[in-house]
């Protein structure tokens, strides 16, 4: 059985940073693509940034590039989102997914073609 376990949410005030992070049990990253979603209240679930583990191919949604950035830590077998010049926008529960394939670009950003999806942590944004 494969979980993941995101880390690192909080209280943040705006223009602060915060890494999020996302460890699996049960499974050793290796093929696979990490994702990174958020849900904000009353609002759907958005694609925020994805990596292909092997290689380390990154997407992003364009709004966020450049302020967000994902990565991964073999080590450590955790994938990371670091979130700088955060804005209240950005209050949500975000969301680590993983799929067991490498995905192409095209298809990281989208939610089914993701195996496993942790709990969530919640980022709040305010001041």
């Known amino acids: 059985q494969v979980t993941l376990l995101e880390s690192g949410g909080g209280l943040v005030q705006p223009g602060g940073s915060l890494r999020l992070g996302c460890a699996p049990s049960g499974v050793t990253f290796s093929r696979h693509t990490i994702g990174w979603f958020r849900q904000a209240p009353g609002k759907e679930r958005e694609f925020v940034a994805a990596i292909r583990w092997n290689g380390g191919i990154t997407k992003y949604t364009g709004s966020l590039k450049g302020r967000f950035t994902i990565s991964r830590d073999n080590t450590k077998n955790t994938a990371f989102l670091s979130m700088n010049t955060l804005k209240p926008e950005d209050t949500a529960v975000y969301y680590c997914?993983?799929?067991?394939?490498?995905?192409?670009?095209?298809?990281?950003?989208?939610?089914?073609?993701?195996?496993?999806w942790g709990q969530g942590t919640q980022v709040t944004v305010s001041s």
């Open positions: 997914a993983a799929s067991t394939m490498s995905l192409i670009t095209s298809s990281m950003d989208d939610p089914q073609y993701y195996d496993y």
